[in-house]
Nanobody, 126 residues
Framework: QVQLVESGGGLVQAGGSLRLSCSAS????????MGWFRQAPGKEREFVAA????????YYADSVKGRFTISSDNARNTVYLQMNNLNSVDAAVYYC???????????????????WGQGTQVTVSS
């Protein structure tokens, strides 16, 4: 099965930046795109950003538009999340996920992603 490994999390000061990476063991023939989600303690897992492999189209949650940028290195089956101007609401465990099913839209639906990484912790200090 596909294995996803996130890295790059850590402790940053408010206003600082981090770059997360997600490496997949392999890209399935049917893989449609990759997404980033985050989950804070006591909160539901929420959509952050996604990217489609074929054309590189990107999608963002309103809460991170203008601050976060998702990108990919298709040859290395790797997706990145550049996070700028971090604040306390961004503190969470960040997960990357692989989407296999190309339904219309649906990038923010956790149920449409088939494989998930173990998560990487992002902590913001003030």
């Amino acid at each position: 099965q596909v294995q996803l490994v996130e890295s790059g999390g850590g402790l940053v000061q408010a206003g600082g930046s981090l770059r997360l990476s997600c490496s997949a063991s392999r890209r399935t023939f049917s893989s449609y795109g990759m997404g980033w989600f985050r989950q804070a303690p006591g909160k539901e897992r929420e959509f952050v950003a996604a990217i489609r492999w074929d054309d590189g189209n990107t999608y963002y949650a309103d809460s991170v538009k203008g601050r976060f940028t998702i990108s990919s290195d298709n040859a290395r089956n790797t997706v990145y999340l550049q996070m700028n101007n971090l604040n306390s609401v961004d503190a969470a465990v960040y997960y990357c996920a692989d989407r296999e099913r190309p339904l219309l839209g649906g990038w923010s639906y956790t149920r449409l992603y088939d494989y998930w990484g173990q998560g990487t912790q992002v902590t913001v200090s003030s």
